[in-house]
């Protein structure tokens, strides 16, 4: 459970950090699983450390990494800051090549959505951990920020008077075992990782109750969709696995039942 604190703390400056939240032999089964899962989605082949490697759906392929969901560590930080209700929207298992350049996952200004990142390797401000604006998950911040788009897919153009490792921003060094719970309205980035930066994601949104929010989340699966479909390797060419969107646990079942009534699959 977040303190009151950790919950003021997301939602003033959008993010909170869970220092050595799962032990070190948890993180070695994790770490094993996660390796597992990337190598086969290589088809075995070595990382040829190009281009950053993800894996959608990646929590459902290994039933260690699944439980993650309903492990109260998450899903009680999650029923506390986006309610109770609240929805799966998928996993990602990444290998990242290079830096990451500013950006919110999104602009929902009206609809709650968290990522919770973990991070398999020590990471530091210069070497890859995840730096975010503080605040920058609401207006007015979260819009006069817009310039940094501009250095998305260039880091080394200017905004504001600086390139993008310059920006003011709060790194959130960390260490395996720590977890980072962040509104995907929030700007990030991260830089100086070394090429093959292991990192994984769960996301969830808010119960739906509006068309609009409706119409996030089917964008959100159509792109999953497209891309998954895109990609030439072992996967199923499907966002969701039946075994998760038919899960007989609980709690499972709580944020899927949304998704098999939208006919995701
Ligand atoms: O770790 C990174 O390079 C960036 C992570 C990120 O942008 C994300 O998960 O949305």
Not at 171 to 188: A, I, K, R, T, Y
């Amino acid at each position: 459970m977040l303190t009151a604190e950790q919950i003021s703390h997301f939602d003033t400056f959008g993010f909170v950090v869970m220092r050595q939240y799962f032990s070190a032999a948890e993180m070695d089964e994790i770490s094993h699983e996660f390796d597992d899962v990337l190598a086969e989605d290589r088809q075995g082949q070595p990382f040829a450390g190009e281009t950053r490697q993800a894996v959608l759906g990646f929590i459902e392929k290994r039933a260690l990494l699944t439980h993650l969901v309903e492990d109260d560590r998450i899903f009680q930080p999650l029923e506390q800051l986006l309610g109770p209700g609240f929805v799966w929207i998928g996993s990602d298992g990444n290998l990242y090549v290079g830096d990451t350049g500013w950006h919110p996952d999104g602009s929902e200004l009206n609809y709650g959505r968290i990522k919770v990142a973990f991070y398999l390797d020590p990471v530091t401000k210069d070497s890859g951990c995840l730096r975010v604006i503080p605040g920058s998950h609401r207006m007015p911040l979260h819009t006069a920020l817009d310039p940094l788009k501009r250095q998305r897919a260039d880091t080394s153009l200017m905004a504001f008077g600086t390139d993008a490792s310059g920006v003011p921003c709060f790194p959130l060094e960390s260490q395996p075992g720590d977890v980072v719970f962040f509104n995907q309205n929030l700007w990030h980035a991260a830089f100086g990782g070394r090429s093959g930066r292991r990192m994984f994601t769960l996301n969830f949104g808010a119960q739906p109750t509006t068309d609009e929010h409706i119409a996030y989340l089917q964008r959100v699966y159509q792109s999953n969709l497209g891309h998954i479909q895109r990609m030439q390797n072992t996967q199923t060419g499907r966002v969701y696995e039946d075994e998760f969107l038919h899960s007989g646990r609980p709690r499972i079942q709580g944020m899927v039942g949304k998704l098999v009534e939208l006919g995701f699959k």
